[in-house]
DNA sequence: AATGATTTGTAACATTTGTTACAATTATTA
DNA sequence: TAATAATTGTAACAAATGTTACAAATCATT
């Protein structure tokens, strides 16, 4: 196994490589091996261990009541498999895992990992900010969804993509980009962009967008 | 101040009194007072250390562009204030939190609040539990708000509540707490309810639902 | 600069959902 | 049991959003 791809792991971060194989060699592990596009594990399956992959590509896909299959995300070398659901009372995964190209994971029982997590502050401290992040990025996503309206949503971006001192941000997102972040349909986020740009709320040059009347859109978060 | 409150809290599940004064005595700690209805901390303040009420209510309120103020949820004492925001590179509070009753709150700085996990196995294991329920909690409700349309989420939610094998459920929550957990508003509720009825997909009485049809449901889920 | 791909703006129309209001039903409490 | 409160069912109408389609603009690549 190729002990460098630990070390571009979140999980390690702030180590030197010495130091990260020297965590893992001192921790029961195996390293199991799948062919590109077997099944890794299944949606409600639970989560007994902490897997990282080390190599190859796994995908995360969701499948729903009728049998539709949505893909959620790639994870690539280094990234963990559903780390903020190995411990918690729904320890199961959310999705199916499945490998796209030939791939190797790491996997540390989840007792072990336990202990493992302890043997070293930095690796604890990491994995800590693992799932907390993943807690906030929820959390901020919720934000979002909650809003009722598109208005709403997209008020609360701008405002808060510019901060309490800027007028002026640069979208990074595009707007097919943005309608999926929001849950919404495309032509949608551009009727209510040409919507605050009629009311005189905010004017858009590209990918600029400029607020014009920072009263009138905060009020839309009202919505 | 009052140890036994602390045996309560989820974070020192499975341990005895003894066992959790002994923890805490042994970690440097303070207690911090506030008067009903003063500002424990705002929203967007970096989350230091890790809090727990001990004594009284507060409440997580989120304030929003406008000034307009929504009510989060009410913490009542051996509960965690943002457990989940300690750590992790968004460390902000996502909400202000202001004291209800007349408060105590136990408050371990960071640091040591990391050298305090260490020190008991159970302890680690219970906030890492606690965080990680948060993170889970949160994708499933994200599951849910996903859904395009009402009937797609109260169909995902029919079968997910029946699960595999039960093809008849009892409604816990209210059409007014679905509402809320949906996003969506109660009579929409109610609508969608009584079209899936007229379609013969399900039939209800009072808080009991019965599936019909649940291949017809299921395609719902697809919305 | 020319080409092709991606992104954006826009429109008409269908669908879904919200809003409001009120009656009917079901719990809860005195 | 009666009174009261909470929940549910329903309807008419308004508002928001989705869908589809296409043209214009922008970006990326040669």
Redesign the pocket.
């Known amino acids: 196994m190729d002990y460098s791809v630990l070390i571009k792991s979140p999980l390690f971060r702030g180590m030197i490589l010495e130091e990260a194989v020297s965590a893992v060699s001192s921790t029961p592990y195996r390293i199991r091996r799948f062919k590109a596009g077997s099944l890794i594990s299944q949606s409600g399956e639970p989560v007994n261990s902490f897997m990282m992959v080390i190599e190859g590509v796994v995908k995360g896909e969701m499948v729903d009541f009728s049998g539709r299959i949505i893909k959620i995300e790639d994870i690539p070398a280094s990234g963990a498999l559903a780390a903020a659901f190995i411990f918690g009372s729904r320890n199961r995964f959310p999705v199916n895992v499945v490998a796209v190209s030939d791939t190797q994971l790491l996997v540390i029982e989840k007792a072990d990992f336990l202990k493992f997590l302890k043997s070293n502050d930095k690796i604890l401290a990491n994995f800590l900010d693992i799932i907390s992040n993943r807690s906030q990025f929820l959390s901020e996503k919720i934000k979002f969804l909650n809003f009722?309206?598109?208005?709403?949503?997209l008020a609360q971006y701008i405002l808060q993509t510019a901060g309490p001192d800027k007028s002026e941000i640069r979208?990074t997102m595009?707007?097919?980009?943005?309608?999926e972040y929001f849950?919404?349909?495309?032509?949608?986020?551009?009727?209510?962009?040409?919507e605050l740009?009629k009311d005189g709320i905010i004017c858009?040059?590209?990918?600029y967008l400029r607020i014009l009347d920072i009263k009138k859109l905060a009020e839309l978060t009202k919505?």
């Open positions: 009722k309206t598109i208005r709403g949503k979208l595009t707007q097919n980009e943005l309608a849950g919404v349909a495309r032509p949608s986020i551009a009727r209510v962009i040409s740009e858009t040059k590209g990918k919505e």
